[in-house]
């Protein structure tokens, strides 16, 4: 059974930034694709960003420029360094694993494995 872990949350001020981690068990990266969704209150989940194994990223245009995906195939960790976030950015951000045929797909369907959450909140 894969387990995914974030960390990395927390509270900032508008423009500020925040490095979400996930780290996973049982899982090995060759062959899948991570991805970060959010969910913020009333919402649905969206997603956010993607990195394939092989490096592949993938944004969605209301983070592009702003948020950057990386990964430790050594640590089996990916790293999502936001940066200049604003108040929309306030959410629970779920990290998200399947194979790597899904990367690029915001649908949560698609995704077999999930992170438990962690909040990032915004504010002015």
């Known amino acids: 059974q894969v387990r995914l872990v974030e960390s990395g949350g927390g509270s900032v001020q508008t423009g500020g930034s925040l490095r979400l981690s996930c780290s996973a068990s049982?899982?090995?990266?060759?062959?899948?694709?991570r991805s970060w969704f959010r969910q913020a209150p009333g919402k649905e989940r969206e997603g956010v960003s993607a990195i394939r194994f092989d490096g592949p990223t993938y944004y969605v245009d209301s983070v592009r420029g702003r948020f950057t995906i990386s990964q430790d195939v050594g640590k089996n960790t990916v790293y999502l360094q936001m940066n200049s976030l604003r108040s929309e950015d306030t959410a629970l951000y779920y990290c998200?694993?399947?194979?790597?045929?899904?990367?690029?797909?915001?649908?949560?369907?698609?995704?077999?494995?999930w992170g438990q959450g962690i909040q990032v909140t915004v504010s002015s």
């Open positions: 998200a694993e399947d194979r790597w045929t899904t990367c690029g797909s915001w649908s949560v369907a698609d995704f077999q494995y």
């Open positions: 049982n899982s090995y990266t060759s062959g899948k694709c």
